[in-house]
């Protein structure tokens, strides 16, 4: 290719880029070059120009395509200096003259800023006390009996007493007035644990102050609910038995200090150690008072312009909390030369934090009114700086990849999808969107949404999008997909799959693949480049206090990001301030698709909504993509999207401030027959339109030719003890095998013999483990020989990303005869004489879920209706091929029914929808009245196999203790949509029981004031307990022994214990393989060792630490787990 560079870079930066430059292309003028240049070389020099960019770097590149035609590539450094095509200004002048950033729409700016610094000045006057001081010094070590955020907020009470808000910002604003009496006078200090009644300091606060107040508590933790046993508070942050409706409308209102730290009893000279001064107080500084006086002489005016309760504003109140936090996380970490100071113990000065000196001697670091002055400072800089942050963020633009339309047929409904998000661009910028791509699987949904997203995008500015997913193993296949297909590189795309173990894993099976040639077959797209927006980071004020933690900075800067979900959820789940700093930005500046939303378990989908709640809340557009996505499950998002956006507009846009502003939100709707539009201006008119749309798409998958056909085989099992009902249920897997390989085998063109590659789905790890040691006793009929790979989440990392990569290849069927050629198959088709090879996957429900696998056949072990779709997407997902004969069979009921036969207790939980009543009888409204699927399941939802039973409920009334559809549907319509409550009774001995779901955190805004929700409804909670695994190489580094990873309570941080596993504590897992059996994919743990230790350049010992991991479940008693290498950990019960 031959390409055109132009330099507009100054300065030392012109040098450098000329340096450069220089090496790759010949000069054609003083600030142009010119060269031809193969794609791997053009990426090499961008490279080197990104390594060295300032912010005086400016470098275009243009690929000449023909005589009279050229296209801008990428800009490094600063795009400004070039328009949309990559040309340079005649002229230049820096008068604003179309005044566009005076169009800056953050109505609540000043606001945001003012109750920050406030806020900062007043965070940490609670340090004073002797014993938080004491504690600096060394001197304490029990746990805190109050937080020292707590006394802050109670010194604050005592400054405002019982003015309103006028009458305490008058005497602040006074910095002549001697005020430091009413901090800490009798009657007005309110001390727990010391005075009789100190009361609820929310209920006596008048509205501003509250504010204040929130943010002065807050500013480490959010208020927890405390949970009481016998008169003793448990751990802060338990679930409490019981939620009240008050903690949902009124919930400061019964905030005490209990809500902050637990409750002990202590003696009276214990306490006052909290309530004493060490001190006299910052506050009776001239300079902290100048500053406060300032501060509040803007407050009061601003009282008066915005006469509204502050804490009724979600987005004034988190973003100056936003503020508030990182200003002191900031600031904090700032080290101060104290090297002259003299030791903490003698230094007379109230201190906020303590550093070493050079003579390793303990010194203040920073002195108590220098952090609040500091922090304040810096709180109104990042405030300041928070509407400039998002456009200082690099962004993906004019990206060949994803404005190129598809040429191939299937995934045509791409460009008609990214065509009619084009044309709601402009109303998009404005109200948001929310998106619904419901395409059917296999139909290229991943790179569907980018298109989508990237076509909203503003074409000058560019995408930035988030794409969380709930599956580590999801986020590296999807962001290999992003990496292949669209040609991104890792300075445009980050992936963060909750730690680094994976990633070296992943690479080292590309290395593999390169060197056996199958990388070849990877379709690049060599035109695809795009202009790439580096934002100077550490100008920015905001991101120059963001990024100084390398995880947070990969989390802000790149233009594309596909993470976990459990990255993002922090905005709104963390309970304490640290976590949710990042996600909360990464929010603010990025579009947001939730992929497969539908595949999580209902008890964290309140979660999920309150992660599109805030979405709508910071203003960024929401793509939902699932094929099985229920109504009851997109309506609720929608409400709380829309609930979100309402409080946005009360504080941005056009008509920002109103707060009877009219919301119109954009929604658009595709699958891979079409795509639709339209403005919702509430919940009723979006599900109406989601209806109209559903009708649609179920008309045309009604005249599509089958590909997933069903069949119920019927289960009898007589025993009732565990071991016994899988040793009966094994002879039933094994005869459905043998009759799909029947049906679906095909020929090997090399052997001739008869092959076919199946799943056999099971809903729980112990069940399958045990139904693969009775598969292997069994063994095969005459003249088929079955190849068995045993897949789920209790095997060793190394193990299992060895198996994910086996079955990845293995399951990919684009090409007709390329999986015969694998070594895998290939060598045990050769190994073996008998006819009939049968290659079976034994899986929990981790391979029904997002893995692009085709195959030829399935078997389920039933769980749901959505997970049985979910499988059939699994089957014919490449070739899709039609047939007659049913390709996937279901057991018509599921083994813990013979479990619980005699105990009349749910079968269809853990996974599954039915729910387990408090009384154990079936009278509960989500209870079954039968667990066979023959009588649970119209013909018309299993015999062909589609999205429809999930997308289009049935008529209502629905019966879910007699239907599996209608128990889907109620239970999502119970968790998701909003009901009508009654108001909260005045005191809180008369509350009633409150009952949770996914709506509260919308229709109440008090409710996200407190941890509450989180504490309630806590995301992917398990109540068993779990441990974590490790195979350390013994002495002589011969073989691996098992070793157990625990916290080292005797010191601080990252420090890990690794006592030895006891073999009697894990017992080897007997395997007796019968005639006709083998594994499939088998692995010497040592050998992946070694392998992975010299590819990362690692000690044995080391490498181990971080890649042969397990987490499994808590076994009970002195036998905990049972192991073997093919089948992996089962915990005992």
């Known amino acids: 290719m031959n390409i055109l560079l132009v330099s507009q870079c100054d300065k030392r930066a012109l040098k450098e880029s000329r340096r450069i430059l220089d090496q790759f292309a010949e000069r054609r003028g003083d600030r142009t070059w010119q060269t031809p240049i193969t794609r791997a070389g053009l990426d090499t020099l961008r490279k080197l120009l990104r390594r060295t960019a300032r912010k005086n770097t400016a470098v275009a590149c243009h690929w000449i395509r023909g005589l009279d035609h050229s296209e801008l590539l990428w800009i490094v450094g600063d795009a400004s200096r070039f328009n949309a095509q990559g040309a340079v200004p005649t002229n230049s002048t820096a008068r604003d003259v179309l005044r566009g950033e005076d169009e800056n729409d953050w109505h609540c700016a000043e606001d945001i800023r003012l109750l920050a610094q406030l806020a900062a000045l007043l965070h940490d006057l609670g340090k004073a006390s002797l014993a938080f001081q004491a504690r600096l010094r060394g001197e304490l070590k029990e746990r805190n009996l109050y937080r020292h955020e707590w ?81 003793r508070q448990d751990w802060l942050g338990r679930r409490v038995q019981h939620t009240i409706s008050t903690w949902m409308e009124l919930p400061l209102s019964l905030v005490e200090h209990d809500w902050n730290e637990i409750r002990v009893q202590a003696e009276p000279a214990r306490i006052a150690a909290y309530w004493t001064l060490a001190g006299p107080l910052p506050v009776a500084t001239p300079a902290w008072r100048a500053q406060a006086a300032r501060l509040a002489k803007r407050l009061d005016a601003l009282r008066v312009r915005r006469p509204e309760g502050w804490l009724d504003n979600p987005y004034v109140m988190h973003l100056a909390r936003l503020s508030l936090m990182l200003a002191d996380h900031s600031y904090s970490r700032l080290v101060m030369d104290r090297n002259e100071q003299q030791d903490l113990k003698k230094d007379a000065t109230l201190a906020a934090n303590t550093t070493f000196n050079r003579a390793g001697k303990l010194v203040r670091n920073q002195s108590l009114d220098e952090h609040l002055l500091g922090v304040a400072h810096t709180a109104g800089l990042v405030a300041y700086a928070l509407p400039g942050f998002e456009r200082s963020l690099p962004r993906l633009a004019q990206h060949r990849g994803l404005r190129k339309r598809s040429a191939d047929a299937h995934f045509a409904w791409q460009n008609k999808a990214a065509d009619t998000a084009t044309a709601l661009r402009e109303s998009a910028r404005e109200h948001g969107a929310f998106i619904v791509n419901m395409a059917s699987t296999g139909c290229g949904k991943t790179l569907g949404n980018a298109r989508i997203l990237y076509a909203l995008a503003d074409p000058q500015l560019g995408l930035r999008l ?89 989390l802000l800067s790149a233009p594309m990001l ?48 309150r992660l599109v709640y805030w979405a709508g809340l910071l203003g ?62 509430d919940a009723d008119a979006f599900a109406a339109q989601h209806a109209q749309f559903v009708t649609k798409r179920a008309a045309k998958l009604r005249t599509t030719e089958p590909l997933r056909r069903g069949e119920l085989v019927q289960l009898q099992i007589q025993a009732r003890q565990p071991e016994q009902i899988h040793a009966e249920f094994a002879p039933h897997v094994r005869d459905a095998i043998q009759r799909l390989h029947s049906a679906h085998a095909e020929t090997d063109p090399v052997s001739g013999k008869h092959v076919s590659f199946g799943l056999v789905r099971m809903a729980n790890i112990r069940p399958l483990i045990e139904v693969a040691q009775e598969l292997y006793r ?99 997902r490449h070739r899709r091929t039609p047939g007659t004969a049913a390709n996937i069979l279901i057991f018509d009921t599921n083994l813990l029914h013979f479990r619980n036969l005699d105990q ?195 000690s044995l010992q080391d490498c181990a630490k971080r890649l042969a991991t397990v987490n499994v479940p808590e076994g009970k008693g002195g036998k905990k787990w049972g192991y073997h290498p093919l089948l992996g950990f089962k915990s005992w019960e």
Not at 178 to 206: K, M, N, S
Not at 503 to 531: C, K, M, N, W, Y
Not at 570 to 597: F, K
Not at 661 to 670: K, V
């Open 904 to 1098: 009349d207790a749910p079968a269809y939980v853990r996974p599954g929808f039915e729910q387990n009543d408090a009384d154990g009888t079936r009278a509960g409204r989500f209870r079954l009245q039968t667990h066979r699927l023959g009588k649970l399941l119209r013909e018309d939802e299993y015999r062909v196999l589609t999205s429809l039973p999930r997308i289009q409920p049935p008529e209502p009334p629905w019966h879910p203790q007699e239907r599996l559809c209608d128990l889907e549907h109620a239970r999502l319509s119970e968790a998701m949509l909003p009901k009508s409550r009654e108001a909260a009774p005045p005191s809180r001995r008369s509350a009633p029981p409150f009952s949770l779901d996914a709506a509260c955190a919308w229709q109440y805004p008090h409710a996200m004031l407190t941890g509450v929700l989180p504490q309630q409804q806590p995301f992917r909670h398990d109540t068993r307990p779990t441990a974590t695994l490790v195979f350390l190489p013994d002495e002589h580094e011969e073989r691996v022994v098992l070793h157990r990873i625990e916290d080292d309570d005797d010191h601080r941080g990252d420090k890990k214990l690794y006592p030895v596993v006891e073999q009697s504590a894990c017992a080897p897992l007997a395997l007796e393989p019968g005639p006709g059996i083998a594994p499939w994919g088998e692995y010497d743990l040592m050998t992946l060792l070694t392998e992975q230790a010299e590819q990362l350049d690692l």
């Open 151 to 231: 006394v802050s907020l109670r010194l604050f009470q005592a400054f405002v007493g019982k003015d309103d808000d006028a009458g305490w910002l008058q005497r602040l604003a006074d910095p002549d007035h001697d005020h430091t009496p009413c901090w800490t006078a009798e009657g007005r200090y309110r001390r727990d644990g010391l005075d009789a009644e100190p009361g609820y300091p929310f209920r006596a606060l008048p509205p501003l102050a509250a504010a204040v107040a929130w943010l002065i508590l807050t500013h480490h933790r959010l208020p927890l609910a405390p949970f009481k046993t016998d008169g």
């Open 620 to 681: 960024t557009r929401v793509l939902l993509s699932s094929a099985t996505l229920a109504p009851a499950l997109v309506e609720g998002m929608f409400a709380a999207y829309r609930a979100g956006r309402a409080h946005y507009r009360r504080n941005r846009g056009v008509d920002g401030g109103r707060a009877d502003a009219r919301i119109e939100l954009p929604c658009l709707w595709t699958d891979e027959f079409n795509a639709y539009t339209a403005h919702c201006v």
């Open 466 to 554: 988030t794409y969380a997913l709930g599956l580590r193993t999801l986020t590296r296949q999807t962001g290999d997909s992003y990496r292949r297909d669209l040609h991104l590189d890792d300075d445009t795309l980050a992936m963060l799959v909750g730690g680094s173990s994976s990633r070296p894993l992943f690479d080292h099976h590309e290395r593999e693949a390169d060197t056996r040639g199958s990388a070849s077959i990877q379709a690049l797209i060599e035109e695809d480049s795009h202009v790439l927006y580096d934002g100077a980071e550490t100008e920015h004020p905001l991101l120059s206090r963001a990024l100084h933690d390398p995880q947070m900075r990969k």
């Open 778 to 876: 069994l063994g095969a009929a005459p003249g088929i020989r079955i190849h068995l790979c045993v897949y789920h989440a209790c095997f060793p990392l190394l193990v299992r990303s060895a198996t994910e990569h086996l079955l990845d290849a293995a399951f990919d069927r684009r090409q007709a005869d390329a999986v015969y050629r694998l070594p895998s198959v290939r060598a045990a088709l050769d190994a073996h004489p008998e006819q009939a090879h049968v290659f079976v996957v034994l899986a929990s429900p981790v391979c029904e879920v997002g893995r692009d696998w085709d195959a030829d056949w399935a078997i389920a072990e039933p769980s749901s209706l959505r997970s049985l779709i979910q499988l059939g997407g699994r089957v014919q």
């Open 562 to 609: 596909v993470c976990t979900v459990d990255h993002m959820v922090p905005a709104t789940e963390s309970l304490r301030a640290g976590r949710q700093i990042a996600p909360m930005l990464r929010l603010m500046s990025a579009d947001l698709i939730l992929d497969e939303l539908d595949d999580y378990d209902i008890d964290d989908l309140p979660t999920l909504t």
